[in-house]
């Protein structure tokens, strides 16, 4: 039987974007291989170009149980991503749209437009119970195509309208765009943002988040939003062994004086497609740290490359985790960041607006 991998062969890295191949999604029934037929025949291919097309959800906010997240509802106002992050864990969902976890990932976008209309919809409901919503759980809320769309600031203005708390987590500056939403929402306790910072290397970064702020942008970005009072969590994710691990403190020290707070790590994990993608882009750029790279993550999940199990998925066990776990604790002792607990959200100032037409309440 054929494995649904190798549908596009790796020609190296490609411009721009992040996988080097578009191996065939899971669930499909055929399985394309391009071959080699010797006529060494030069062939221009068109340019990788993105595509967004519409999304026709009929919910907008996505429940999860997982006990090792730290939250119950989510939104995401994009399936797909450009930023191209080959670490990404959201890649090997596109498999449900027929679309490859590689290239159509970063390239075959999805948008909803809808979004802010449900979202008010689903608020308003009696049985509604409020509870943090945390916008970027899967894909960036603010990747490039966020400039055309304007889905999550159209999701913001639902959520300050409501008095409705929310969490977000990205890597690009664009975030500083929503400050006059975001900083009132922080005034009244509803809003923090977690920026994620996986190298200061210009040069590493843009080989693993292709499309994605540099690391001096997202350290910008930590600086307006703590100045404009906004509570920020620094996110050293993933750390890689062996690529950028010996980063940690690092980055922790500069998110700490940029203003972050608060910080969180998790271990790199590589569920379904994600583990030959990953292998693959690792032969492409660092062929001669590879198996130190894989054989370390093994060490930490079992003798596999990923194990789903909660509690472990994220950080992993062993030597080399507990290690990981000790300098990320040391070095938050040390600056006074997670010192005091994240900002207080206030879920209880809950209340949808009155809509046109609606009798006013009595006081």
Not at 23 to 52: F, K, N, Q, S
């Amino acid at each position: 039987m054929d494995e649904p991998f190798s549908a596009q062969p790796n020609n190296g890295p490609i411009k721009g974007r992040g996988s080097v191949s578009n191996p065939t999604g899971r669930y499909e029934p055929t399985v394309r291989h391009a071959v080699d037929d010797g006529w060494d025949l030069e062939e221009d291919l068109p340019p990788l170009r993105t595509t967004v097309t519409a999304d026709s959800t009929r919910k907008i906010i996505a429940w999860n149980t997982s006990p090792d997240v730290g939250f119950e509802q989510s939104i995401n106002p994009y399936r797909g991503c450009e930023h191209g992050c080959i670490y990404c864990y959201a890649r090997p969902r596109h498999a449900y749209r027929g679309l490859s976890p590689g290239l159509d990932f970063e390239t075959k976008l999805f948008h909803k437009p809808n979004a802010a209309t449900l979202l008010e919809n689903e608020l308003r409901k009696p049985t509604y119970e409020c509870k943090t919503i945390v916008i970027g759980a899967d894909t960036d809320p603010y990747q490039p195509i966020e400039k055309t769309y304007a889905i999550t600031r159209q999701v913001l203005e639902v959520l300050s309208a409501f008095n409705h708390p929310v969490g977000i987590i990205t890597k690009s500056h664009m975030v500083t765009r929503d400050l006059d939403i975001l900083g009132s929402m922080a005034a009244r306790g509803l809003a923090t943002v977690a920026v994620s910072v996986t190298s200061l290397d210009r040069h590493l970064a843009r080989i693993m988040e292709p499309r994605a702020s540099t690391p001096p942008k997202r350290l910008a970005a930590i600086r307006k939003l703590s100045d404009a009072g906004v509570p920020v969590r620094v996110m050293a994710a993933p750390m890689i062994p062996h690529l950028n691990d010996a980063e940690l403190e690092s980055i922790l020290d500069a998110a700490h004086t940029a203003g972050a707070r608060f910080a969180a790590y998790t271990l790199v994990r590589l569920p379904l497609e994600l583990k030959e993608l990953f292998e693959e882009w690792l032969d492409t750029h660092f062929p001669d740290k590879k198996n130190h790279v894989l054989n370390q993550l093994r060490e930490t999940r079992y003798g596999q490359l990923y194990v789903a199990e909660f509690g472990k998925r994220m950080r992993g066990t062993g030597v080399y985790a507990d290690l990981l776990r000790e300098r990320f604790i040391k070095a938050c002792r040390r600056l006074g960041l997670n010192k005091n607990r994240h900002a207080d959200i206030k879920q209880a100032r809950f209340c949808p607006p009155p809509r046109p037409g609606d009798q006013l309440k009595l006081l």
